[in-house]
């Protein structure tokens, strides 16, 4: 089950909302994924989802809360469609032309009735409602990406229109949602995961926040692990290297002057690396008499490299 799948599921296991959530709820689900049609002088809606437990729960609050009875028809997946896709019908003889003008879909005026396509104050006046709107956002057109994989959510958008506005309805909660044109949509997407993290607690899937942001501690951690092995591989590598080219100084001026020529600290620092190379500067440093430190030890080496530059320029 994909994680869209999980918090969908999550969401919609809660059917205990005030009237006016619901018409707010339901208006974002039929506006992002509902058709209307005219037939016959005759108003018809149809709801389109893959997923079983949205076409449940919108089934269950039209009929409970609403007293609307719509049909609930099930087109089962073909040979190229993984998932069955679910039809929730409404006819006008089921209450169809009040359900329009509660969530302000649709409007009358003087006996005139228009469509709406912006978002009507009355749905979004305050915080619950604001949430529900975003909620059925979601489940009409929303995902949200595998935790494991990306953080990215996003809503599918018919409208640039809608799409600014579900934008910015979304961003009054401190948050930075953008729109970009795909296709023939509008996507409404965020991609950091502190955002994630906000709009599943607006839309009130707390268990899938919890699952989301054990997967990112987890990654975090991963992360931070291979980042200090990354510092850690290179740290040793540049301490190797340092000590392969300290020990061919040091055979170098052995060779060409001897390193009786060198004065006392700086053989027996020379002595020593010759036959530890493997050793750390630090335990260089313990192995003189009288001990010396790593900046010490690290000092009187690059005087060696210096007189060994010198010979290979042939100065001395």
């Not at 709009?199 to 987890?218: D, K, T």
């Amino acid at each position: 089950m994909s994680f869209s799948s999980t918090v969908k599921n999550e969401i919609t296991k809660n059917t205990d909302l005030k009237r006016e959530e619901i018409l707010s709820l339901l208006s974002a689900i039929m506006r992002l994924s509902g058709t209307l049609s005219f037939g016959s002088a005759k108003l018809s809606f149809k709801i389109t989802t893959e997923n079983p437990s949205t076409a449940r729960f919108i089934f269950k609050l039209l009929k409970d809360h609403l007293k609307i009875h719509g049909r609930l028809l099930v087109k089962k997946a073909g040979s190229l469609k993984k998932n069955n896709v679910y039809v929730i019908v409404i006819s006008e003889e089921m209450g169809l032309r009040g359900l329009l003008l509660e969530t302000g879909i649709l409007q009358e005026e003087e006996g005139t009735y228009g469509l709406n396509y912006s978002i009507g104050k009355e749905l979004i006046h305050s915080d619950e409602l604001k949430k529900a709107f975003i909620k059925g956002a979601f489940l009409g057109a929303g995902s949200v990406s595998n935790p494991e994989k990306a953080y990215h959510v996003e809503f599918v958008v018919n409208s640039l229109e809608l799409a600014e506005e579900l934008r910015d309805l979304v961003n009054s909660y401190n948050l930075t949602a953008k729109v970009i044109g795909r296709k023939n949509a509008y996507i409404v997407y965020l991609k950091e995961g502190e955002q994630i993290v906000d709009v599943l607690s607006i839309i009130g899937a707390y268990n899938s926040l919890f699952e989301f942001e054990n997967v990112r501690i987890v990654k975090d951690m991963r992360n931070n692990v291979n980042r200090l092995v990354n510092c850690e591989t290179a740290n040793l590598s540049k301490t190797v290297n340092a000590a392969v080219r300290q020990v061919e100084s040091i055979k170098l001026i052995e060779k060409e002057i001897g390193l009786g020529r060198l004065s006392r600290p700086l053989r027996d620092v020379a002595e020593l690396r010759l036959e530890y190379p493997d050793e750390s500067l630090k335990e260089l440093g313990e192995m003189l008499s009288p001990p010396v430190g790593k900046s010490g030890v690290n000092h009187r080496l690059r005087k060696i490299e210096k007189i060994a530059d010198e010979l290979r320029k042939g100065g001395l």
